[in-house]
């Protein structure tokens, strides 16, 4: 989608929501970093994340807990560490309505079109309904096409989104301004937002589904089960063209 990365292989923007360690990340061989969420303002966790070790899980309070978008911004305008093409995953604040989700998303994407080499835009919202949905993300979409210096937009799956839910989302938005698909790595549980191996079927089933319904007309990046260098080789065969390390480089390493 127009970006020159140079291995298959990146990061997660939870594994170092702060970005306090990009510089020493980068070394590890990465192809890209995702900065994010990003959110208009400040989400905060006030549980801490759990390690369940004997399923090399981790389990978060909070979905969307980040910095928020000055703070951020304010970080990015410094000298950048690194090298590598920053992907930045942009959400609008939890309970907002559709009309405030798309001012905050443009809000986003204006403000973080400096120090993005693109965009992952992370709009389904549960709370609304999927033709409310294909409807605000066609806008968007649309809306963003017409920006200057336009970077590349990808539209963020949560990894347990139905299957019925992503033939709609997809069979609409094959004919919009939307470069490629991310495939996110949680799953929502009674105990929080778990990350962990489990989330491999999942993402094979779905990289499996779209390479098999859409071929080329999507690029696809999937994050979820990635634990061993096989995890990563299986759902790049199955069709992602890149796959995200998360909870896989916490248990497993780089």
């Not at 929080?192 to 990046?221: C, D, M, N």
């Not at 080789?233 to 480089?249: M, N, P, T």
Request: charged fraction near 25%; hydrophobic fraction near 40%.
């Amino acid at each position: 989608y127009g970006l020159k990365i140079k291995y298959p292989v990146g990061l997660s923007g939870r594994v170092d929501p702060h970005g306090v360690a990009q510089k020493a990340i980068a070394q590890f061989g990465f192809g890209f970093i995702e900065i994010g969420p990003v959110t208009a303002e400040s989400v905060g966790n006030e549980a801490s994340v759990e390690r369940d070790v004997v399923n090399e899980t981790l389990v978060y309070p909070q979905q969307w807990g980040n910095d928020g978008l000055k703070t951020i911004v304010a970080r990015l305008r410094g000298k950048r560490d690194h090298s590598l093409p920053q992907l930045l995953r942009i959400r609008h604040m939890p309970s907002c309505t559709l009309e405030k989700a798309m001012k905050e998303q443009q809000l986003l994407l204006n403000k973080l079109s400096p120090y993005a080499d693109g965009f992952y835009l992370d709009s389904i919202d549960d709370r609304w309904s999927i033709e409310e949905t294909i409807a605000f993300i066609q806008k968007i979409s649309r809306w963003y096409e017409g920006i200057p210096h336009r970077k590349s937009l990808l539209l963020y799956i949560p990894l347990d989104l139905p299957m019925d839910q992503l033939w709609l989302l997809l069979d609409y938005l094959q004919f919009e301004n939307i470069d490629g698909v991310v495939i996110g790595e949680m799953i929502t549980t009674d105990r929080g937002y778990l990350v962990g191996p489990s989330g491999k079927a999942s993402t094979l089933e779905k990289v499996k589904a779209i390479e098999e319904r859409y071929s080329e007309r999507f690029t696809v990046i999937a994050s979820g089960g990635i634990h061993e260098p096989k995890d990563a080789v299986d759902i790049i065969e199955a069709g992602a063209d890149l796959v995200q390390l998360h909870s896989g480089l916490v248990y497993s390493g780089p």
